[in-house]
């Protein structure tokens, strides 16, 4: 069972904004980094943010993290259909000595 | 360019064992740590096991602990994962993942092997 809590689904049209929730506690997300990650259908998963808001290489700026206390958001701007997949927040946990993922949200582009 | 490719995967009976494999390319093997991570089918990801850059250390997740057993050898550029009394639940896609940074980010990710445990 995740310690991670996302909502199952969000949905908007091309060209809007999407934001998704992670909640979880002190342990995890209330004492560490976050990263979020992106599965398109029937792919590997695939670093998107990483330290809260930090972005790898190739990762466009329509993609932008943030936390606070013990939730993080992830929000997609500009939404584009290549952007329908699942997407996860990550991050350690330190009272369960693991690497803990969400529970994962699936986006759909209307 | 960074590559990870997983190894090993098939189709096994309930309680025996199997071992993954995980070749890398593209980076310094013995300089970072190494995620595995499972996915059941249609089911979100599950953590599955982690080891430091130089042994060191592993954490396991525990639907999998006393079962598994991650290693690596930075010689000879390997690591595996042992997969000891296997259940019908472990069925999933197996995932190995470089350790990046921030609080063990998994940074690139391999494509998976498929593991299925049915008699």
């Known amino acids: 069972q995740s310690v991670l809590t996302q909502p199952p689904s969000v949905s908007a049209a091309p060209g809007q904004k999407v934001t998704i929730s992670c909640s979880g506690s002190s342990s995890n997300i209330g004492g560490n980094y976050v990263s979020w990650y992106q599965q398109l259908p029937g792919t590997a998963p695939k670093l998107l943010i990483y330290?809260?808001?930090k972005r790898p290489s190739g990762i466009p700026d329509r993609f932008s993290g943030s936390k606070s206390g013990t939730s993080a958001t992830l929000d997609i701007t500009g939404l584009q259909t290549g952007d329908e997949a699942d997407y996860f927040c990550?991050?350690?946990?330190?009272?369960?000595?693991?690497?803990?993922f969400g529970t994962g949200t699936k986006v759909t582009v209307l | 360019q960074v590559h990870l490719v997983e190894s090993g995967g098939g189709v096994v009976q309930p309680g025996r064992s199997l071992t993954l494999s995980c070749a890398t390319s593209?980076?310094?093997?013995?300089?970072?740590?190494i995620h595995w991570v499972r996915q059941a089918p249609g089911k979100g990801l599950e953590w599955v096991a982690i080891?430091?850059?130089?042994?060191?250390?592993?954490y396991y997740g525990d639907s999998v602990k006393g079962r598994f057993t991650i290693s690596r050898d930075n010689a000879k550029n390997t690591l595996s994962l042992q997969m000891n009394t296997l259940r019908a639940e472990d069925t999933a896609v197996y995932y190995c993942?470089?350790?990046?940074?921030?609080?063990?980010?998994?940074?690139?990710w391999g494509q998976g092997t498929l593991v299925t445990v049915s008699s």
């Open positions: 990550g991050t350690w946990d330190g009272s369960l000595s693991a690497y803990v």
């Open positions: 993942a470089r350790v990046g940074s921030g609080s063990y980010s998994a940074d690139y």
């Open positions: 080891i430091w850059s130089d042994g060191s250390y592993k």
């Open positions: 330290e809260n808001n």
């Open positions: 593209g980076f310094t093997f013995r300089n970072y740590g």
